[in-house]
Nanobody, 129 residues
Framework: QPRLAESGGGSVQSGGSLRLSCLVS????????MGWFRQAPGKEREGVAA???????TYADSVKDRFTITRDNDKNTLSLQMNRLQTDDTATYRC???????????????????????WGRGTQVTVSS
């Protein structure tokens, strides 16, 4: 089964940028739908973005036009470029992988629910005002 490890989190001021990475090992990433979800203390898990194994993408309304998800199958790496960060973006971000012929929306829904698939331990993003 694939192992996922996130990196790139940190502390930034509102309006700043961060780039998260997720390295997939033990299994090729190319066949998996990939995505990011986040969870802040006291809040429910929220799907952020997903990209299918064919490259289709979807984003939560709250991050649309600010975040960009990309994948590099040759490097087994998933990325999330986060621009114009806001305090509400503060959370632990986790990447996820799920197998199957799915739309991006369906993949993100399943990753967020945690019904199936694999995910990493997370990286913390803190945005201060």
């Amino acid at each position: 089964q694939p192992r996922l490890a996130e990196s790139g989190g940190g502390s930034v001021q509102s309006g700043g940028s961060l780039r998260l990475s997720c390295l997939v090992s033990e299994y090729p990433m190319s066949g998996y739908n990939m995505g990011w979800f986040r969870q802040a203390p006291g809040k429910e898990r929220e799907g952020v973005a997903a990209i299918t194994n064919e490259g289709s993408t979807t984003y939560a309304d709250s991050v649309k036009d600010r975040f960009t998800i990309t994948r590099d199958n040759d490097k087994n790496t998933l990325s999330l470029q986060m621009n114009r960060l806001q305090t509400d973006d503060t959370a632990t971000y986790r990447c996820a992988a799920i197998w199957g012929r799915l739309t991006a929306d369906r993949a993100l829904e399943m990753m967020t629910r945690g019904d199936s698939g694999y995910w990493g331990r997370g990286t913390q993003v803190t945005v201060s005002s």
